[in-house]
T-cell receptor, first 109, second 112 residues
Framework: DAKTTQPPSMDCAEGRAANLPCNHS???????VYWYRQIHSQGPQYIIH???NNETNEMASLIITEDRKSSTLILPHATLRDTAVYYC??????????FGGGTRLMVKP | ETGVTQSPTHLIKTRGQQVTLRCSSQ?????VSWYQQALGQGPQFIFQ???????GRGNFPPRFSGLQFPNYSSELNVNALELDDSALYLC???????????FGPGTRLLVL
C-alpha cells in the first residue's frame, strides 16, 4: 500500500467545515483512498472511500486531486462529537488496511 | 453501530496464560479481519478469515491463531501471553474478502 502523510493534529470551530488533508504521492492506479475515524477507545468507524472521483455521503465529502496524489476529507458542519483521530489509508482491493498515525481533530465550541 | 460485536469488552490475564477473544460479524458478511492496537498507535493487521480459511496474515508470531465458524463468527487465540500483548484487539467484518471493513468496539486486554 502507498504511504500516506497527514498532519498530526488540527483544530476546528464547532459548526464550521473541517478540512482534513492527506498526501499519497506514491498511490498506484488500483488503490482506493479510505477514511476511517476513531473516537477515543472505540473501534475505527468507516467514513468514506473513493478511487478517482469525488465522493459524498451522509457523513462527509472526499475530494481527490486529478493526479490522485492528495485528497481532502470534508466534514461540512463539525460538531463536538466529530472530535477523533482520522486515518487516511491508500488501499487496493486485495490487501489489509495499513493505519498510520492519523490526524487528531479537536472540534472546539 | 456496525452490527459487529466482540466479547469480552475487557480482560486481564497474566504472562504465560492463553486467551480467546470472540467476534460476531455483521449480518451478511463472510469475512473477519483481526487487528491489534497498542496504546497511542494505529491498528496493526493480524490476519483475515474468509469463508473459514485464513486469507492473509500480518507480521505476528504463530502463537496468534484464529478460527472462523460456519456462521462466520470468529475467534482470536493468543498463547503464551507476553506483557507487550496488552492492547485493544479489534475485529472488522466485510461483505467478502477485502471489501470495505466495518469494525467492532474492541476487546481491551491487559497482561500483567
Amino acid at each position: 500500500d502507498a504511504k500516506t502523510t497527514q498532519p498530526p493534529s488540527m483544530d476546528c470551530a464547532e459548526g464550521r467545515a473541517a478540512n482534513l488533508p492527506c498526501n499519497h504521492s506514491t498511490i498506484s492506479g488500483n488503490e482506493y483512498v479510505y477514511w476511517y475515524r476513531q473516537i477515543h477507545s472505540q473501534g475505527p468507524q468507516y467514513i468514506i472511500h473513493g478511487l478517482k472521483n469525488n465522493e459524498t455521503n451522509e457523513m462527509a465529502s472526499l475530494i481527490i486531486t486529478e493526479d490522485r496524489k492528495s485528497s481532502t476529507l470534508i466534514l461540512p458542519h463539525a460538531t463536538l462529537r466529530d472530535t477523533a483521530v482520522y486515518y487516511c489509508i491508500a488501499n487496493n482491493a486485495g490487501n489489509m488496511l495499513t493505519f498510520g498515525g492519523g490526524t487528531r481533530l479537536m472540534v472546539k465550541p | 453501530e456496525t452490527g459487529v460485536t466482540q466479547s469480552p469488552t475487557h480482560l486481564i490475564k497474566t504472562r504465560g496464560q492463553q486467551v480467546t477473544l470472540r467476534c460476531s460479524s455483521q449480518s451478511g458478511h463472510n469475512t473477519v479481519s483481526w487487528y491489534q492496537q497498542a496504546l497511542g498507535q494505529g491498528p496493526q493487521f493480524i490476519f483475515q478469515y474468509y469463508r473459514e480459511e485464513e486469507n492473509g496474515r500480518g507480521n505476528f508470531p504463530p502463537r496468534f491463531s484464529g478460527l472462523q465458524f460456519p456462521n462466520y463468527s470468529s475467534e482470536l487465540n493468543v498463547n503464551a501471553l507476553e506483557l507487550d500483548d496488552s492492547a485493544l484487539y479489534l475485529c472488522a467484518s466485510s461483505l467478502a474478502g477485502w471489501e470495505t471493513q466495518y469494525f467492532g468496539p474492541g476487546t481491551r486486554l491487559l497482561v500483567l
